[in-house]
């Protein structure tokens, strides 16, 4: 929770503009947009000054650039299964057509998609992911925005990845393959980066706090006194 709050690799001057006033001041927008698309090249993540571009687009609408808006939901795509996209939308309003924009936004359009991808993160289904991710309808998306964001597709399987640490001490090479949308060489390479071991088509998992099944014993201690009280509420309704 700490490094959502505030990341490691978040520079002096962007702490100074998410943590103070200045997160308000209009003048200072260009200065986290160039921020974002720093995470966007060098695979970093910052939420919370990204939610405060989304915020001064709330209430500078003059300032909105629908590109910007575009990357900053592809990122929090990948923080799944934190609410993080959510965030983003809540901070999205209906705003009036710009007549500033050169060409026409590009968000009512994507924004539908982006949105069902989230779902489909959130639910955990990946195979379907990818297939909508895939598709020839979100080439527009592909080649114009998560192209350019470096490490979109390890990012999400990144995803998966927790899901299924979290999920399985062991899962079959062909269901982990369709989580991740690897296949051959390229699994056997994942799987091994990560340090697991596959055996006769059976990918297992190490043991960690969320995949292994540990009894709990909840021992209540109620005294007599307290007892009496309760029955003697219940015989009084």
Known sequence: ??????????????EDLVSGVDRYNPSNVSILEDYLYHQIRSQEYDCLANLAILKLYQFNPDLYNPDVVINILIKALTAAPL???????????????????????????LLPTLKQLSDLLYRCR???FWEVYQSDELENLRDNYTVECVGFEDAVREVAIRAVKATFTRISADRLASYLDLSGSELVAF??????KMDANVVSIPPNPDNQIEATVV??????????KVIAHGAST
């Open 191 to 196: 799987v091994d980066k990560k340090g697991w």
């Open 126 to 128: 990946f195979p379907a």
């Open 219 to 228: 021992q209540e201690n109620i005294k007599l006194a307290q007892l009496t």
């Open 1 to 14: 929770m700490a490094s959502w709050v505030s990341p490691p690799t978040r520079t002096e001057l962007i």
């Open 83 to 109: 609410p993080d996209f959510n965030l983003c939308i809540s901070l999205l309003d209906e705003r009036p057509i710009n007549a500033s924009l050169d060409e026409p936004d590009p968000l009512p359009t």
